[in-house]
């Protein structure tokens, strides 16, 4: 007999395929997430879940599930914020995500919304629909739609992970001088790679015409970048964030952008989601927003399924699965469903 999976949402079709060749699959229908209710009465039904970040897996329902049949939670994202992952490694309960498959497809994302915020693309965009462009009547100016020039500017890099290195492989392309600041200084030949330069925080906002963010959301991210943060930045400077939307603080970031201790913003990512209709951050010319789409690519997003599915056999085969976040769970259980 198949172990269980419930998947919280419908997949690229090839994973959905992969995970049903060993397993008895059932896909949550809507396109909205499922209750909590609901996920929580599936964590005591199934062998294995596969959440999505929108999922709130507490220490509740995966102790709860755990004392059922629960064994392996894979998650479809990098990021797992949206689990205990304490309480899983105490319930003996894996937890896996996707990692590395979603790193270009999300640099390519920071990337356009750089130049669509620094070269206010979409402003120029709704210049051009609204007939405000046919009104003024003159086809070019020299004062008309002026934005930041990214060649040779500076771009800040926070969080110098998979998407943070590969954002700085892109700005080698715009001669750009690279800052960056993380937890921990990457060793001297990849800095060489990278032409990048390790600063401290205040320093790399201080000195960035860009400020991109790449960090995972902690206890110590949380609103890394707060009122203090944003007044440090230049009035030139534009802020991009793909990472998590908690690592900002949107009231201070409105006021930011309303104020113009920025020039603007450009984010895929908030933190409440999805944003609220009518939202001040809406009524912005200099914000550019993307409905979280980081890795949504064909390509990409097949991937990520596929890499779940993997997870999923790995474990169901009594191996450790390749991409499992709390390695000390091994130490509790073994893996497999026996």
């Known amino acids: 007999m198949k172990p269980k999976v419930f998947i919280t949402r419908e997949l690229p079709e090839e994973g959905i395929r992969a995970i049903k060749e060993f397993f008895e699959a059932e896909v949550w229908p809507e396109y909205t997430a499922p209750p909590y209710e609901v996920l929580r009465k599936k964590a005591r039904e199934v062998d294995a879940l596969v959440t999505l970040l929108t999922d709130k897996v507490d220490c509740d329902l995966i102790r709860e599930g755990a004392s059922s049949r629960l064994r392996i939670i894979s998650q479809y994202a990098v990021g797992y914020d949206n689990i205990d992952i304490e309480c899983a490694t105490k319930h003996g309960v894996y937890v896996t995500n996707t990692p590395g498959v979603l790193t270009d497809a999300t640099a390519d994302l920071t990337w356009a919304l750089i130049l669509a915020t620094a070269r206010r693309i979409v402003e120029a965009d709704k210049f051009v629909r609204t007939g405000e462009w046919s009104r003024t009547g003159t086809g070019w100016h020299p004062l008309m739609m002026l934005g930041l020039e990214v060649h040779g500017a500076t771009i800040g890099i926070i969080g110098m992970g998979r998407i943070g290195r590969a954002v700085a492989k892109r700005a080698r392309g715009f001669d750009m001088r690279v800052l960056y600041y993380d937890k921990y200084r990457l060793p001297e030949e990849v800095e060489r790679e990278l032409c990048a330069t390790y600063v401290d925080l205040e320093t790399l906002l201080k000195e960035s015409d860009v400020v991109s963010i790449h960090t995972p959301l902690t206890k110590e991210t949380y609103h890394l970048i707060g009122e203090h943060e ?18 900002v603080d949107t009231d201070a970031l409105v006021r930011a952008l309303t ?40 390509k990409t997003r097949t991937r990520m399924a596929l890499l779940v599915a993997e997870n999923l056999k790995a474990f169901l085969e009594g191996k450790i699965p390749p991409t499992l976040v709390n390695k000390d769970v091994v130490g509790v259980k073994k893996p497999g469903f026996q």
Not at 230 to 244: C, E, Q, Y
Not at 262 to 272: C, K, R
């Open 259 to 298: 104020e113009k201790w920025i020039a603007g913003a450009g984010l895929d990512v908030f933190e409440e989601e999805p944003l609220p209709e009518g939202h001040p951050l809406t009524k912005l010319d200099n914000v550019v927003l993307a409905p979280h789409i980081g890795s949504a690519t064909h």
């Open 230 to 247: 944003l007044r440090l930045m230049k009035p030139t400077a534009i802020l991009v964030n793909t990472s998590r939307g908690k690592v």
